[in-house]
């Protein structure tokens, strides 16, 4: 299953990469009013996201609504190979740093870390999902890892509809997610799923 997951998330990967630029900042808009557009979104104050890198859905549209409704936005902080925090980014220009693959993450000295306790919505990233609302992640495991602590958060994974797959195969370490928004839908985990 590891290597097939593998292939999966190359290909998608290749398939998000082939979109425009032009492509990606719509789509990216299209999926952040989506997200924007949900009881999850409406009911939360504090919400976790992410900033992107290379062709991962652009979530400063998303960023830039929340900040004018007045919720307060935390973001991920990878602390080894296997763990990440959230944080509360402080406000001042040297808040920001370059971290793990290149990603901006929030310098830990100048932040407030945040309880997963606290969060009340995630939006993530990922390689593929299927309409099961099945993530596969980048493969690193930081989600997998920290979403089971999130214990009152509501999950919405994006991504672009070029990054569905028919099937994502999962095992016990792979942590389902509420939603998936895509620049043509927001598709809900099925009820039977739930049970």
Same mark, same amino acid.
């Not at 652009?58 to 998303?62: E, G, N």
């Not at 985990?189 to 049970?195: A, D, I, Q, Y």
């Given at each position: 299953?590891?290597?097939?997951?593998?292939?999966?998330r190359?290909?998608?990967?290749?398939?998000?990469?082939a979109?425009?630029?032009e492509?990606?900042?719509?789509?990216?808009?299209?999926?952040?009013?989506?997200?924007?557009?949900?009881?999850?979104y409406?009911?939360?104050?504090?919400?976790?996201?992410?900033?992107?890198?290379?062709g991962?859905v652009?979530?400063?549209?998303?960023e830039?609504?929340?900040?004018?409704?007045?919720?307060?936005?935390?973001?991920?902080?990878?602390?080894?190979?296997? &763990?990440?925090?959230?944080? $509360?980014?402080?406000?001042?220009? @040297? !808040?920001?740093?370059?971290?793990?693959?290149? /990603?901006?993450? *929030?310098?830990?000295?100048?932040?407030?870390?945040?309880?997963?306790?606290?969060?009340?919505?995630?939006?993530?990233?990922?390689?593929?999902?299927?309409?099961?609302?099945?993530?596969?992640?980048?493969?690193?495991?930081?989600?997998?890892?920290y979403?089971?602590?999130?214990?009152?958060?509501?999950?919405?994974?994006?991504?672009?509809?070029v990054?569905?797959?028919? &099937?994502?195969?999962?095992? $016990?370490?792979?942590?389902?997610? @509420? !939603?998936?928004?895509?620049?043509?839908?927001? /598709?809900r985990? *099925?009820?039977?799923?739930?049970?």
């Open positions: 299953m590891k290597e097939y997951k593998k292939v999966l190359k290909s998608r990967i290749m398939a998000r990469e979109l425009s630029e492509e990606r900042i719509a789509f990216s808009e299209a999926i952040s009013a989506r997200v924007a557009g949900t009881a999850e409406a009911e939360a104050e504090t919400i976790f996201v992410y900033k992107w890198v290379k991962e652009r979530l400063d549209a998303l830039e609504i929340a900040q004018k409704d007045g919720k307060r936005l935390i973001y991920p902080l990878c602390i080894s190979k296997t &763990e990440m925090l959230a944080i $509360e980014p402080g406000n001042s220009a @040297d !808040a920001w740093v370059s971290g793990y693959m290149g /990603i901006m993450e *929030p310098v830990l000295e100048k932040g407030t870390v945040i309880d997963p306790a606290e969060i009340d919505l995630i939006v993530a990233p990922c390689s593929s999902f299927d309409e099961e609302c099945r993530r596969l992640g980048m493969g690193g495991g930081f989600y997998d890892r979403l089971p602590k999130c214990s009152n958060a509501k999950i919405i994974a994006v991504a672009f509809e990054q569905k797959s028919d &099937e994502i195969p999962t095992d $016990e370490y792979d942590f389902p997610v @509420d !939603a998936v928004a895509t620049e043509e839908r927001l /598709i985990k *099925p009820l039977f799923s739930m049970l």
